[in-house]
Each structure stands twice: as structure tokens, then as C-alpha cells.
């Protein structure tokens, strides 16, 4: 089992910033996948960022078209944590934000219980 732990989400006007955190502990093996997803009131949940851990290419970054050049998500292997750093919010980024996992070998994922963000205009 993985438990995770966000936080960092909160009230911020449009223009700003906020660094989300997520920490895994439990049964984390070594090639993962962890990343954020969103999801706004109405809307299905999508895909934020996710990096890599563990393999081939390991600290591969991949971005949604919406947040690329204003997000960056990073990781420390060594405390099982990631990150999303916020930059230049929008008011369409307010959304709850939830941390992902996937064990890539074992074929699970996990969720966090959501961090909300709401950016005003």
C-alpha cells in the first residue's frame, strides 16, 4: 500500500505562484511514475505533469499544453516526494489538485486526497 500527502494548495490572484508538494510512503519501488492530475468543478480530471523514477530515462518530464512553460514538477527520490511549481496561475487553473502514482512493475497506482487551488482574477 502507498499512502500520499499533499499540500501547499490554497487562494492566490492570477499572476502568482504556488509550489504544491506530494509525500509517498509505503510500499514505493523504485520504477514509478508520479505525477499531478486536476480536476475543475464540471470538468473530468487531466493530466497536470508527471516524471519518471527508476527507468531507462529516468527524470523524464512530460506536460500538459496548458501549464507548459508556467508548471515544473520535480522530484526527491530520497524523501519519495514531488513537486509542482506554480507560476503565472490563471484563474482557468483553479482546480482540486491530485497527486498520482504508478508502480510501474507491480502495476498499481494511487491517489492522494486532492489539494485545492483557486486562483482569482
Known amino acids: 500500500q502507498v499512502q500520499l500527502v499533499e499540500s501547499g494548495g490554497g487562494l492566490v490572484q492570477a499572476g502568482g505562484s504556488l509550489r504544491l508538494s506530494c509525500a509517498a510512503s509505503g510500499s514505493i519501488f523504485s520504477i514509478n511514475i508520479m505525477g499531478w492530475y486536476r480536476q475543475a468543478p464540471g470538468k473530468q480530471r487531466e493530466l497536470v505533469a508527471t516524471?519518471?523514477?527508476?527507468?531507462?530515462?529516468?527524470?523524464?518530464?512530460n506536460y500538459a499544453d496548458s501549464v507548459k512553460g508556467r508548471f515544473t514538477i520535480s522530484r526527491e527520490n530520497a524523501k519519495n516526494t514531488v513537486y509542482l511549481q506554480m507560476n503565472s496561475l490563471k484563474p482557468e487553473d483553479t482546480a482540486v489538485y491530485y497527486c498520482?502514482?504508478?508502480?510501474?512493475?507491480?502495476?498499481?497506482?494511487?491517489w492522494g486526497q486532492g489539494t485545492q487551488v483557486t486562483v482569482s482574477s
Open positions: 498520482n502514482v504508478v508502480l510501474v512493475i507491480q502495476r498499481q497506482d494511487y
Open positions: 516524471i519518471t523514477s527508476g527507468i531507462t530515462s529516468s527524470g523524464v518530464t
